[in-house]
């Protein structure tokens, strides 16, 4: 793994290019140390996840698999992962590329945002080799709906990018040239919007699904005077007062 953090964004890279950043226990232990640094760095907003090479990653190391190096501390470490990127406050974007597949899809669908190069081939594949996709079966279904989470999960066909963005399991979609610029376009986007804000809005969307959403009012109200009571909504009023975009990164000194 390589972990770089500047600008108020920490980078996580994939980085067993020679494998296509297939998953191993030492990677899914990597990954879970650089997601929970990324999580606690007050000067974070927004995680980018990434892959080395020519893939973002082909999913579980195969070798490793049927050498039997793959037990009970490898799905710990990898689910700690995913649930990380999923409950941190702050927004994570996965860059999909090449082979995305496998273990690299159930990472991308536990991001927030899937910025996927048209090249990428977005596919599962877990059934063919005997076992489940534990990072995504419990939540494929929320992002693409039932139907289509159990198509690609039980048939394990392999989709492109552009068939991706049309079920809605990837965000955006650009050319594998272009792929800096898209990414920067959504960061710049996202320098626009109010970090307090967008906590409160990952966590609450998952709640809904786990409660009747009437039953959330209540936090709903007190996230609200959350955001209401933060320096956010003060650099919002100002900036409408002065006709520009807001700008919550960097955050002033106090």
Request: glycine residues 8%; charged residues 20%; proline residues 4%.
């Amino acid at each position: 793994m390589i972990y770089e953090a500047r600008d108020g964004v920490s980078w996580i890279t994939l980085n067993r290019p020679s494998v296509l950043n297939a998953l191993d226990t030492a990677l899914a232990a990597a990954l879970a140390e650089c997601v929970e640094r990324a999580a606690g760095d007050a000067a974070t907003f927004v995680v980018v996840v990434r892959g080395a090479g020519r893939a973002f990653c082909s999913g579980m190391d195969r070798t490793a698999l049927a050498a039997g190096a793959i037990d009970e501390s490898f799905y710990r470490h990898w689910i700690r992962a995913l649930n990380l990127l999923e409950d941190m406050p702050k927004v994570a974007i996965a860059v999909l590329h090449g082979y995305s597949i496998g273990g690299g899809l159930q990472l991308a669908v536990a991001c927030d945002l899937r910025l996927a190069t048209s090249d990428a081939v977005v596919g599962l594949g877990a059934s063919h080799h005997g076992i489940i996709p534990d990072g995504s079966v419990l939540r494929l279904a929320r992002l693409i709906g039932l139907a289509r989470a159990k198509e690609l999960s039980l048939l394990n066909d392999d989709v492109s990018a552009e068939a991706a963005h049309a079920i809605g399991l990837v965000t955006r979609v650009c050319a594998p040239f272009e792929v800096d610029a898209a990414l920067a376009v959504l960061l710049e986007r996202l320098r626009h919007q109010a970090p307090t804000a967008n906590g409160h809005i990952k966590r609450l969307l998952q709640a809904s699904f786990h409660a009747d959403p009437r039953a959330l009012v209540e936090d709903v109200l007190r996230a609200q005077d959350d955001c209401m009571r933060s320096w956010e909504t003060g650099e919002a009023n100002r900036a409408w007062k002065e006709k520009r975009e807001p700008v919550f990164h960097p955050r002033p000194a106090p």
